[in-house]
């Protein structure tokens, strides 16, 4: 199994290669790799995959990916070269679970079973915007949410009245998110719940700044190490998760998937690319849980036409299928959409994508606006549905086959609909001081809810 | 003198070329308008241009990919360099000139990298810094391409105020006259472009071309 100071080695002596040959070498071998596989979209495809070999094939296409072209690092320009046996007793090395937070408040993560009963993980809140005055209650808010496993942090653009500008401020608001986050956590009852610190931004020094076991991140707390587009990795990721490796802490990918147009090229290069994202987040930081999907940007998208939409959810379910097949890894997938949170648009799109989820044996992850503004992106609401609506498709024991009709039947509630308030400050629809929503919101998650139950689900 | 049948399908023959991403072809068929005398700056015009526009709109219906502008971005250049030489070198209007980049300290690149190409597809030299990158070494480097268009991208909010370090720096330099700045990336909004003094701002890739086309005074 390859360490982190094999692939930091490699990182400084690989081959040299321009960036501009790489991207393009990228896009010429997944297309060959596409056709060596045959990794296309089946005329007639059923909305999730049904068919394991072509889930083992594209499994197979990313090792071969890993293996003939290697990983490129962003910073050195130069590329990490793997022997087949080193990415597969690497692979191997991949931990079944991990216990995350402490006393009461710890959790176990671990891989679920695609289309199993098992109860699934749950990260509700944040990768998101808010103004300091706000995030402690916004924070306390989401762990007060029963299922929370853990929690996300936050981002924003000051600290203590200051802008976040230059290293020394940055690094001082790094500490001081881990803080916060520990007090909204403590604040909620949970002291021991984990967090997941979302990096200021990617220097090494701020990734490492919050260490600190009395007030900002313990060893059982967690950070987002996150592959580059275009299977590239950088060092300031990688100076972070050793000293992380050694220090404790889960490791998440945020970038774990694949989008149709990049230089992966087509659907059957994002598919690859989406395998390779997670493998290289475990080979080169150790990530042990990723979110993601292959997408072609339509998937939270109410907008575009539900057969794009279909298409992503086949190649979500095929890469996740290839994941669960060969890997240990854990699967979160993020029930957002393109509407702001607190409207009926909003929270179509969370079921459309939350049935979805342990279909894919994966877990739930932040229900968030995809396009995050200040205050605006997320309420505890959205987060608690995504997670009724994943559990009540368990409930009623939906397979690949049988939960497809569901999704269409969303699809079209969803069809010819314009996304809609797009950035309603969270305090114009949920009440943060009770830890409720506001009564229109409430309102319209009443009507959602029906109406997705009487297309086959039963709530609790 | 070639007949106008003849014009329109020696510049089809380029279109298509582009639009196949065949630099081989490009080449070929820029020859033969240069060879047949017809006028290389009207093919540039019609041809070339007509084909950024079917590119850009396949791009946005997702029919084509970044490889794909890259690969027509070289077919493009290729044919344009036989067309331009065949005209005196003070009637080729200069090609508008952008260096772009993601903002120090963030790493993302994917909005850059699609804005990247779609201005070089759109007929702008562009020069992509890459990701992380300080003010100092956009500055720098828009001087030495005497560059029209700084553009600067960023996905995170706490990254923002390395969009406004840049146009600070321009401006206590003395060189916020020199270019035009252009900002985008998820959390940035007009009225954060407002805020900073940015000249312009797209709020998607194609968006930041008509911003860019407009602010280099280049007709849409």
Known sequence: MLSLLDIAERMQRGPKMDENVWNMGLFQKMNELTERYQLFYPKDAPVFNLDWDIADRAFRAAIDFLVETGIYCASTSRVIQLSEDEVLSTIKGMPKEVTVGEGRDARVLKQRRLEEREQLNHCPGHHAPFTEELAPLVVKNFAQIPTADYLEGINFPEVDGREIFGMPLEVYAAKREATWMRQGVTKAGRPGLAIAYYPINTRASVLIAPIDREAGLRPSDGILLSVLPDVKVEQNLLTAAIVYEEYGGFKLNGNGGGRVGGFAGALGGALIEGIVAVLTGWIVYRDIACWGAISTGAGVDSTKELSLRTLDVWATSVWSQALHRHTNYILFMGAGGRSGPGCENHLLEVASKAVTIPINGANVHITRQSRARMNASQSPLDAEFAYEVATAVMRAGLTRDTASDLVLKIGEKLKGRVPEAPYHDIREFYDLVHHRPLPEFEKAYLKVKEEIASLGLSFE | ?220
């Not at chain 2, 033969?32 to 700056?41: S, T």
């Not at chain 2, 997702?62 to 344009?80: I, K, R, S, W, Y």
């Not at chain 2, 360099?81 to 994917?110: C, F, N, Q, R, Y």
């Not at chain 2, 998820?186 to 008509?210: F, N």
């Open chain 2, 1 to 220: 003198m070639a007949n106008e049948s003849e014009v329109r399908g020696a510049f089809d023959n380029l279109k298509d070329a582009i639009l196949k991403y065949d630099v081989d072809a490009a080449k070929r068929a820029a020859q033969v308008i240069v060879d047949k005398g017809m006028e290389p700056m009207l093919a540039i015009k019609e041809a070339v241009a007509g084909a950024t526009g079917i590119l850009h709109e396949r791009f946005d219906r997702g029919e084509c990919f970044l490889p794909h502008l890259v690969m027509a971005g070289d077919a493009m250049m290729a044919a344009g360099e036989i067309l331009e030489s065949a005209v005196p070198k003070e009637s080729i209007p200069a090609k508008k000139v952008v260096v772009i980049g993601t903002v120090e300290a963030d790493l993302h690149a994917v909005g850059k990298n699609i804005v990247a190409m779609i201005l070089r597809s759109g007929g702008f030299e562009v020069h992509d810094l890459g990701v992380d990158v300080k003010s100092s070494t956009f500055i720098n480097r828009a001087k030495e391409t005497k560059a029209d268009i700084i553009a600067l991208s960023c996905l995170m909010t706490t990254t923002r105020p390395y969009q406004r370090e840049v146009l600070e720096d321009l401006e206590s330099m003395g060189l916020r006259d020199s270019f035009k700045v252009i900002v985008g990336g998820g959390p940035i909004t007009p009225e954060w472009a407002k805020e900073i003094g940015a000249d312009g701002y797209g709020a998607d890739a194609l968006e930041g071309l008509a911003t860019a086309k407009r602010l280099a005074g280049i007709e849409a």
